[in-house]
């Protein structure tokens, strides 16, 4: 089968033959119906020094499919399900305290797409443990939950115990395939009132649309949280130098700010310099019974991405818009749909289209 691949740090994302994989015991195979796009896929592709990763390995870690083999649990077979992305070891300190995302076991790789073969591909084997039922989910839905979805509820989950009975106030920065869910997580499951800024205009829209209650500029949300001494959570979805100086800016006393971006910013960490008892937290991803909660929400209707779903063919163009900026939600590869370009794209919202 054909799969897009990560052949060595630096260099283009590569189309290669490999064999169909093999489930073993206490893993599954599934047929990829739907893979996200993410900008880690960039970060990886890009990285001017080799990263932990042992190369090659197929990219795509946003996967659901649907179960084609199950040798441990035929019962499985026919499911379509969504793919935790981390393989946690289960055994270790962490996972047994249930935080599966900081597991110390699992060795360097995280998980398919992530230093292990991911789903850019016809198939791909997993882990049974990594499954989480997505059924009566279209597929481009139910991927852009296993990330977007994911980092965004336990970005969410980690400001919580900062947030007044009342409800208080979070600001989203950056709009994007993780931000705008992170907008529809907070909408569904706290009463904070939800302030958010990017710099991209359709984005803003975007963020109306997902239910923030206040879109504009820094300067907007920074008039709109004046009266209140300043915002209870701020959610940065960029993690650029100028995105977390403007979380610092825009936080009151006793805040939260929570970096989720990978964009390489730094923080000048000094007492006097921060909020007084501000905490500062670099969350990753989540767990699987989270991602469980994630897709529950999805299926009330809670959730729902912003999705273009692109050809097979498209993945090293779709690559390089996000490179470039401005892709709204997130670009979701269908691995059944190959063939030229042009005609192959179609863009959905919510639990129509295909
Ligand atoms: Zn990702
Ligand atoms: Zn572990």
Redesign the pocket.
């Known amino acids: 089968m054909a799969a897009w691949r990560l052949t060595a740090y630096g260099a283009p994302v590569s189309l290669q033959e490999v064999p169909v994989p093999v489930p073993a015991e206490g893993e599954v195979l599934l047929e990829v119906t739907a893979v996200g796009l993410c900008h880690s896929d960039v970060h990886l592709l890009d990285s001017p020094e080799p990263m932990a990763f042992d190369v090659p390995f197929t990219l795509g870690h946003e996967v659901a499919g649907t179960v084609v083999a199950a040798p441990g649990d035929p019962a499985l077979v026919g499911r379509a399900v969504v793919v935790h992305g981390v393989w ?5 300190d ?2 047994r305290s249930g935080r ?1 995302n900081y ?4 060795g360097r790789a995280v998980g398919g797409g992530i230093g292990r073969d991911g789903g850019l591909a016809r198939y791909a084997v997993v882990p049974v443990g990594s499954v989480v039922d997505a059924t009566g989910l279209a597929p481009e839905v139910a991927a852009p939950l296993t990330d977007g979805g994911l980092t965004s509820y336990h970005a969410v989950a980690t400001a919580a115990d900062r947030l007044p009975a009342s409800g208080g106030r979070v600001v989203v920065i950056g709009v994007g395939g993780l931000g705008h869910l992170a907008v529809q997580v907070l909408r569904a499951t706290t009463a904070a009132q939800v302030l958010a800024t990017d710099t991209h205009p359709p984005a803003l829209d975007l963020a109306t649309r997902s239910g923030a209650h206040v879109v504009g500029t820094p300067d907007d949300l920074r008039a709109e949280l004046a009266p209140h001494g300043g915002a209870d959570a701020v959610l940065d979805f960029v993690g650029a130098d100028a995105t977390i100086a403007l979380g610092v800016d825009l936080l009151g006393p006793g805040g939260d700010l929570v970096v989720v971006g990978s964009g390489g910013g730094s923080l000048d960490f000094r007492k006097g310099a921060l909020p007084q008892g501000v905490r500062v937290s670099a969350p990753f991803w989540g767990t699987a019974e989270e991602l469980a909660a994630v897709v529950a929400l999805a299926r009330a209707g809670h959730l729902v991405p912003e999705v273009e779903v692109i050809g097979f063919d498209d993945v090293p163009a779709a690559y390089e818009r996000l490179r470039r900026g401005g892709v709204l939600g997130r670009l979701v590869v269908d691995p059944r749909h190959t063939g030229p370009p042009a005609g192959s794209s179609v863009t959905t919202r919510g639990q129509g289209g295909r």
């Not at 597991?103 to 699992?106: A, L, N, V």
């Open positions: 946690a070891c289960g055994t270790c962490r996972c599966t597991c110390t076991g699992r």
